[in-house]
């Protein structure tokens, strides 16, 4: 769920103007996954425009207050949400940890990094949302160190079903700054794409396990 129009929109043209969402559907990108998608996005690149990254901490912090109550901690998903989520925490004068993607092979062999107590309330910052497991693993972590989370956010979602049934699953709570449907909306009428092509990205969307097979 996006936090609003008016965010989504301007979300949308601000990583659409320094290519932090590139779409080519003529030449399609290859995921990690070995999917074939006609749209790549590093939301990361977000952190070299200092307007822009305070724009979305500014936003992010204003709509977790709203949406969740004010959290005790603030987490980031290693590693693309680490920045964001320590400039949220910044913001919001929060603590903040991190979480890996798995425990460290050696030393103290930590998956959340930072200072966590029991039964403290979290809030999740991550920076694009696909299929949602990678996400939802940071959630176990924080859950299995003790921590209360109540919700996620992230920069970015594809909107996939296969991940709204997997936060479903988890009783977690999304909400994002921006998602597909107005990114396309938004490329169109900017003329960043054609009619054409957005109805390709449009079909993309449905199946993209599948697409481009």
Same mark, same amino acid.
């Given at each position: ?8 929109k301007?979300?949308? $043209?601000?990583?659409? =103007? ?7 559907? !003529? ?30 901490? $500014? /936003?992010?912090?204003?709509?977790? $207050? !709203?949406?969740? %109550?004010?959290?005790?901690?603030? &987490?980031?998903? &290693?590693?693309? #949400?680490?920045?964001? %989520?320590?400039?949220?925490?910044e ?10 993607? /798995? ?7 930590? =998956?959340?990094?930072?200072f966590?107590?029991? %039964? =403290?309330?979290?809030?999740?910052? /991550? ?13 176990? #972590? ?22 709204? $049934?997997?936060?479903? !699953? ?6 994002t ?10 490329? &169109? ?5 054609t009619? &054409?092509? =957005? ?12 697409? %481009?097979?």
């Open positions: 769920m996006i936090f609003n129009t008016d965010t989504a301007k979300t949308a $043209e601000l990583l659409l =103007q320094i290519n932090a969402i590139k779409l080519n559907p !003529k030449n399609p990108f290859t995921w990690a996954s070995g999917w074939k998608s006609p749209i790549y996005c590093d939301n990361r690149i977000t952190l070299s425009f200092p307007p822009i990254r305070n724009y979305m901490r $500014e /936003e992010f912090s204003k709509h977790i $207050e !709203k949406e969740f %109550g004010r959290p005790d901690v603030i &987490a980031g998903v &290693a590693t693309g #949400a680490i920045g964001m %989520g320590m400039l949220v925490a913001y919001m004068g929060l603590p903040f940890v991190y979480v890996r993607p /798995e425990p460290k092979k050696h030393g103290r062999q930590n =998956q959340v990094e930072g966590l107590q029991k %039964g =403290q309330n979290v809030i999740v910052v /991550e920076d694009l949302i696909s299929t949602g497991n990678s996400s939802l693993l940071a959630v176990e #972590a924080l859950r299995a160190a003790g921590a209360n989370v109540k919700g996620m956010v992230a920069i970015f979602t594809y909107g996939f079903d296969i991940a709204v $049934e997997n936060f479903k !699953k988890a009783n977690i709570t999304l909400h700054l921006g998602d597909y449907g107005t990114l396309l909306e938004l490329a &169109a009428a900017k003329s960043y794409i009619e &054409a092509e =957005q109805e390709t990205l449009k079909e993309w969307r449905h199946s993209p396990a599948t697409w %481009g097979q």
